[in-house]
């Protein structure tokens, strides 16, 4: 099987890349999302966390509130290394358990979406590198205008993860979102193809 990692600073467009992945056959690993269910299903974790940060951080029913937390850690630099500390660790583990499933399940192709392939050391797990990448204006854009970011959190975000600059050295391949989406959905294709032949 072969495991693409699919890397990109936030709003570039991985999410809609890996979901044409995804109807091309691939299996599909979202790390935001595992990260998500760590939060609300590893007791340890979310303690761990609590314990860093404070209760104030938990909602009503005591599960961890993402906004609150993320209030606080973009972009205290120190507050998100010692969440990272905490997180990436049962995140890549989790990945590593959700490839491994896949891989026994006889898929051909997996992708590993992750803005933070690279900055967690996650590339590790994958064979090739894709980036996503949109002007930043674009980006912004799509934050506030789609996401519902405010200027403000969107900004704090991107100035968390590393450059494009820095993504290029690690891609094999990069993939200009800022496309109509039939025009993405055909280099999509193209690499899909280049990838099987
Ligand atoms: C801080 C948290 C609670 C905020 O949750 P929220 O639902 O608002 O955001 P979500 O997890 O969906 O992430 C959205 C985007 O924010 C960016 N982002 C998330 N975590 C980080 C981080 N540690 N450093 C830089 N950017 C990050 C990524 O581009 C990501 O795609 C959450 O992001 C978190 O637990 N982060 C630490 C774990 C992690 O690194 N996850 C990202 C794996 S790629
Ligand atoms: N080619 C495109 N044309 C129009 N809208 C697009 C295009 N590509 C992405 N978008 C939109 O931009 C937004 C961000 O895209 P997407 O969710 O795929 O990015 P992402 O990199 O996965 O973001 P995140 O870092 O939050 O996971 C979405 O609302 C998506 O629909």
């Not at 072969?2 to 979202?30: R, Y």
């Not at 998500?36 to 979310?46: F, Q, S, Y």
């Amino acid at each position: 099987m072969i495991v693409i990692g699919l890397t990109g600073g936030i709003g570039s467009g991985k999410t809609t890349v890996g979901a044409m992945l995804k109807e091309l056959g691939a299996a599909f690993i979202d790390a935001d999302k595992v990260g998500h269910r760590l939060l609300r299903e590893d007791h340890d974790l979310k303690w761990a966390i609590v314990a860093a940060f404070g209760e104030g951080i938990l909602d009503a029913d005591d599960a961890i509130d993402r906004r609150k937390l993320a209030r606080i850690v973009f972009c205290d630099t120190a507050a998100l290394e010692t969440l990272n500390a905490i997180t990436h660790p049962a995140i890549s583990q989790a990945v590593s358990e959700e490839v491994a499933e896949f891989r026994s399940q006889g898929y051909k192709v997996a992708v590993v979406e992750a803005a933070l392939l690279i900055e967690a050391g996650w590339m590790r797990q994958t064979d090739v590198i894709w980036l996503t990448a949109a002007p930043p204006e674009v980006v912004l854009d799509r934050l506030v205008n789609k996401m519902g970011y405010t200027e403000a959190e969107a900004r704090a975000r991107i100035a968390c993860q590393t450059s494009n600059e820095v993504r290029r050295r690690y891609a094999s391949a990069v993939i200009d979102t800022d496309l109509p989406m039939a025009d993405l959905r055909h280099r999509v294709e193209e690499l899909w193809r280049a990838l099987k032949s």
